[in-house]
Nanobody, 113 residues
Framework: QVQLQESGPGLVQPSQTLSITCTVS??????????WRWIRQPPGKGLEWMGL???????QYSPSLKSRTSISRDTSKNQFTLQLSSVTPEDTAVYYC?????WGQGNQVTVSS
């Protein structure tokens, strides 16, 4: 069974870089044809796809966030990490990692000074 768990800060100051790591168990993140996604949900709004990293290490990003988003991985730890730069209060959201079928519990991030 695949399990994902996010770990990151709860509070980030405006203009800083947000970094959240997803630890995966039950499947290697280098598995062929696997897609590891980041999705967020701002308060009172719907889910927003942010980007993904594939089993081969390729990345794709939402056009609206591409200039501020980076997804990387540490295969030795079976983890992948989201970085979002120059955050504003509009980036306040619950951030999820998912392989589409399995989801982490979510990491609430508030951007505030």
């Amino acid at each position: 069974q695949v399990q994902l768990q996010e770990s990151g800060p709860g509070l980030v100051q405006p203009s800083q870089t947000l970094s959240i790591t997803c630890t995966v168990s039950g499947r290697s993140i280098t598995t062929s044809s696997s897609y590891w996604r980041w999705i967020r949900q701002p308060p009172g709004k719907g889910l927003e796809w942010m980007g993904l990293i594939t089993g081969s290490g390729s990345t794709q990003y939402s056009p609206s966030l591409k200039s501020r988003t980076s997804i990387s991985r540490d295969t030795s730890k079976n983890q992948f990490t989201l970085q979002l730069s120059s955050v504003t209060p509009e980036d306040t959201a619950v951030y999820y990692c998912t392989d589409y079928y399995n989801w982490g519990q979510g990491n609430q991030v508030t951007v505030s000074s």
